[in-house]
């Protein structure tokens, strides 16, 4: 059976719950923080290992806030797909302004 995002996020929830029960969004940034420059820095050899370790921390985090990962994506991404999109000085790409959407 294929498993969809929600339920390999509840699934992460879940072992989380057990092994780290007293997390709070605070802390959870924190590491979050500390993964994302993990990924950064990683060699091609370890890069794959720091991705997952962020979409593990962001998929709890999701979980823990009821949030309905599958839905979320999918309305963002009507978003996304209606705005127009600009790169920046430093090359990085950013949705103009005058879009009504977050």
Known sequence: MLETIDTVALGI????????PDRTDASMYLK???????MIDADDAHVE?????VLILILDFAKRKG???EAAIARK???NQDRSWV?????????RKESNHE
């Open 13 to 20: 929830k879940g072992w989380a719950d057990r092994v780290f």
């Open 32 to 38: 979050l923080y500390g993964e994302i420059a993990e």
């Open 49 to 53: 290992g720091e991705v997952a370790d």
């Open 67 to 69: 949030i309905d990962v």
């Open 77 to 79: 991404m009507k978003i």
């Open 87 to 95: 790169r920046n000085k430093l090359g990085a790409f950013s949705h």
